[in-house]
């Protein structure tokens, strides 16, 4: 697995569009990047996946580098139930190894 | 309610003791994964396991041993228990083995007194 490296903690404005980055710059061409989020007292849900290309679903959307060495969720309208740990994993074998991820405090 | 289910959700025992997590996957997965979450840390990848066979393994303590029965459900043995085994466990179940989706239980909590 790729190592990954995100920022401790972040703030938002509710209602305002959040980016959260996430370097990755020792990935293969196989590793998909992933992302989670676990809400307080909850097992980590699933946010969005990609490889090359940028994805987007009803939770965000996922903007991958060029050289894919980094990547960013959107979230495109943050609101208090957005407020978690964001978790970004780079990886292409069985051992799914999460970092300490992003704490994103979202400010009403 | 994701699919995965974990039982039981709370636990509290004493050091020495011998516990079992026990985890269903979701109907149709194949893999299940188990983490260790103890209070502000990460989550800590422990065994992976895919129809039935071990695939994967983290950071396992040699008192923990885990297993993926016939029906696909798991169980994590946690044996001579110390405060530091304190945690959050997550079960989580994908489709196939691989870099997959991930779906996650809610999770078990143990307490060791």
């Known amino acids: 697995d790729a190592k990954t490296t995100q920022p401790n903690s972040m703030e938002s404005n509710e209602e305002e569009p959040v980016h959260l980055p996430c370097n990755h710059s020792t990935i293969s061409g196989t590793d998909y990047i992933h992302w989670y989020r676990q809400l307080p007292s909850q097992g980590p849900e699933y946010v969005i996946h990609?490889?090359?290309s940028n994805v987007n679903n009803r939770m965000a959307s996922l903007a991958i580098a060029e050289d894919r060495k980094s990547s960013t969720l959107i979230l495109h309208r943050a609101t208090l139930r957005d407020a978690a740990v964001y978790y970004c994993i780079a990886n292409r074998d069985d051992k799914i190894i999460f970092g300490k991820g992003t704490r994103l405090h979202i400010l009403p | 309610d994701s699919g995965v289910t974990q039982t039981p959700k709370h636990l509290i025992t004493a050091t020495g003791q011998r516990v079992t997590l026990r985890c269903s996957p979701r109907?149709?997965?194949?893999?299940v994964y188990w983490y260790q979450q103890s209070l502000d840390q990460g989550l800590q990848f422990l065994i992976q396991y895919y129809n039935g066979e071990e695939r994967a393994k983290g950071n396992i303590l040699e008192r923990f041993s885990a297993q993926q029965f016939p029906d696909l459900h798991s169980e994590l043995n946690l044996s001579s228990l110390e405060l530091g085994d304190s945690a959050l466990y997550f079960c989580?179940?994908?489709?196939?083995?691989?870099?997959?989706?991930?779906?996650f239980g809610a999770g078990s909590r143990l307490t060791v007194l």
């Open positions: 109907s149709g997965d194949l893999s």
């Open positions: 989580a179940s994908t489709p196939r083995a691989g870099a997959n989706v991930l779906t």
């Open positions: 990609g490889l090359t």
